[in-house]
């Protein structure tokens, strides 16, 4: 079945100029196709009992005995990824200035300021935010509470036309893409102006941004400006580029403890956690490989009722004597689709379409 170690604030940019034109134009291939699978959760009045996550830029801790997956996680927003096209470009915003403009093929085009927008019925929920250039076992992805408006109230208002099939994206700091209404009419398609019980902070687009379920985060600008409704594919800066043009997220596990090559008591047990995440699809299994080994099925933990948020995962195991081991790990979602490929090429290979290789790393035994 088809699908349509990291480098923590790894500009997409920095590869491009790397490779010559020529290259990036043979690595390019058309993203697969991916429709979403729609989820209807009972948004309002959603509530958490989430505990911050460890920061993951931390020295682990030696022991690994210890089991600390065992709760739904959130990502704390200082620990989470910033990916941005231009860094020299960091827009500050003033709220009582900035509107949204929503316009193009509707009935009624409108602005909207943020007080306006925050007194529309509001929606919160728990999702997974990654980026598409997220390595194989990468840190480019966070699990955090996000509260706005649902897009379908701005739908309602402005009235799109029969013609309109995409909407264009405009950002503060110049950043543009595209995203089909086929998408953008799930039912959870967010305007965002709070993560983790607080305001956008400005690295990550206060006032506000868009979270789609299903996509990577090159479809949800931060710091939007105008929603254009538009008839026709529009490429946006990373699409123009070669990256993929759906950016539907990929079914990935990663393994978060034991780290690369971590030195471990032999005869000890240890634990071996980490998430997984799927878009819009459940994760149904979660399987950890030691050395050539059989799969072993670790223990789900499920981050509440929605699929948009990654499951952790464990999974307790001696390693038997002194040695070099390779951990890997492998997930299937509710498609029935089961990750096997192996981690190669651009970024692990995440480029163009993201990835959903097997991670794998070696850990010590002592």
């Known amino acids: 079945m088809s699908q349509d170690s990291s480098l923590r604030r790894l500009s997409r940019r920095s590869f491009l100029i790397a490779i010559t034109g020529s290259a990036l134009a043979a690595a390019c291939r058309p993203a697969d196709r991916l429709v979403p699978t729609v989820y209807r959760p009972d948004l309002a009045g959603a509530s958490a009992t989430h505990t911050p996550s460890p920061a993951l830029s931390a020295a682990p801790d030696a022991n690994f005995g210890t089991l600390t997956y065992d709760k739904p996680i959130l990502t704390d927003v200082a620990d989470l990824y910033i990916t941005q096209y231009d860094y020299d470009n960091t827009p ?15 009935e009624a085009p409108m602005t909207f300021t943020l007080d306006e927008l925050r007194a529309m019925p509001a929606v919160r929920d728990t999702r997974t935010l990654e980026c598409i250039s997220n ?8 699990n955090l509470t996000w509260r706005g408006i649902l897009f379908s109230e701005i739908v309602a208002r402005v009235k799109p036309k029969a013609q309109a099939t995409h909407v264009k994206f405009e ?116 399987e950890v490989q030691i050395d050539d080994g059989e799969w072993l099925p670790a223990t789900l933990v499920p ?13 307790t195991w001696t390693l038997p004597a002194p040695s070099v081991y390779r951990l890997g790990v492998r997930a299937t979602d509710e498609t029935g689709f089961v990750q096997t490929a192996e981690a190669r090429g651009l970024f692990g290979g995440a480029f163009p ?8 790393l070696a850990v010590r035994a002592v």
Request: glycine share 10%.
């Open 135 to 142: 390595p194989t076992g990468g840190t480019l992805i966070g």
């Open 353 to 360: 379409n993201g990835t959903d290789a097997i991670h794998r």
């Open 92 to 106: 500050e915003i003033d709220a009582q200035a900035w509107s949204l403009l929503v316009d193009g093929l509707v």
């Open 303 to 315: 981050s509440g009722e929605t699929p948009m948020a990654w499951t952790q995962w464990h999974l």
């Open 171 to 286: 950002a503060a700091d110049g950043y543009t893409t595209a995203v089909s209404l086929e998408w953008l009419l799930q039912p959870e398609t967010m305007l965002a102006y709070e993560m983790n019980d607080a305001p956008l902070t400005v690295p990550h687009g206060f006032p506000l941004r868009i979270h789609i379920p299903g996509l990577y985060g090159q479809k949800m600008p931060r710091w939007l400006t105008r929603l254009e409704f538009i008839d026709y594919d529009f490429r946006g800066y990373w699409e123009s580029r070669g990256w993929s043009n759906v950016a539907a997220m990929r079914t990935k596990s990663i393994i978060h403890t034991p780290r690369e090559n971590a030195e471990i008591k032999a005869g000890a047990p240890i634990v071996i956690q980490g998430v997984a995440v799927a878009g819009t699809r459940r994760i149904l299994s979660v």
